[in-house]
């Protein structure tokens, strides 16, 4: 069974740029995370799926970042403009269900903005 | 929001040593999970556990659900040198817990360095 797949692997960008990561989750999975870890945190929840609707985007900061997962199935996380503070790993993961049994997690995003 | 308290920090340890470390929250999960982070990876799923008071090995590992709901344990045998890594708790909620269920909620991390 494959795994969960994000691109790219890295991404370095100046700030007030825009960049765009996407995740590919594991077949059958409904429920869809976006998770930002920062250097020596744990990782933080910025977005939840369940097929294509919104579960929680309270932490997301919408007025740079956005999401979406159009047919239920791979979905896009953006940012734009993108400032220092947003260097981080972008973790995408992946649950059946509505989730309670645990998460299943891709390799992530290294994001650096100078 | 729900906090997670993971300790220790860190540990430095010989090979061959037993580890533990510990997860503890202000309020209650359904399920309690164990990730291992290894660097530019993301976090692998070690144990699981969905029952207050379950006790579940994998291998060398063995985690505990507290009967609070509150706390979880993991402890790793016989340590070797692939046991380095970052060991995060996670506490999960299921639909029954409310508006946040699913949502992983992560400890800060145990940064575990073995010597041969």
């Known amino acids: 069974e494959a795994g969960v797949a994000q691109s790219p692997r890295y991404k370095i960008i100046e700030k007030r740029q825009s960049v765009a990561f996407w995740c590919n989750p594991i077949?059958?999975?409904?429920?869809l995370y976006w998770y930002q870890q920062i250097l020596g945190q744990g990782p933080k929840l910025l977005i939840q799926f369940q097929n294509n609707g919104v579960v929680d985007d309270s932490q997301l900061p919408k007025d740079r970042f956005s999401a979406e997962r159009l047919k239920g199935v791979d979905s896009t996380l953006k940012i734009q403009p993108a400032k220092l503070e947003d260097s981080a790993v972008y973790l995408c993961?992946?649950?059946w269900g509505e989730g309670g049994r645990g998460a299943f997690f891709g390799q992530g995003t290294r994001l650096t903005v100078v | 929001g729900q906090q997670l308290n993971q300790s220790p920090q860190s540990m430095f340890i010989q090979e061959g040593e037993d580890v533990s470390m510990n997860c503890t929250s202000s309020?209650?999960?359904?399920?309690w999970l164990w990730y291992k982070q290894d660097p530019g990876e993301g976090p692998v799923l070690l144990i699981a556990?969905?029952?207050?008071?379950e006790l579940t090995s994998n291998g060398r590992l063995t985690a505990q659900f507290g009967i609070t709901r509150k706390d979880s344990f993991l402890n790793i045998s016989a340590s070797i040198p692939s046991d380095v890594g970052i060991y995060f708790c996670a506490g999960q909620l299921s639909r029954a817990g409310g508006t946040s269920y699913g949502k992983l909620t992560f400890g800060q991390g145990t940064i575990l360095t073995v010597h041969p």
């Open positions: 993961a992946s649950s």
């Open positions: 077949s059958g999975h409904a429920t």
């Open positions: 309020s209650i999960f359904n399920t």
């Open positions: 556990l969905y029952k207050a008071g």
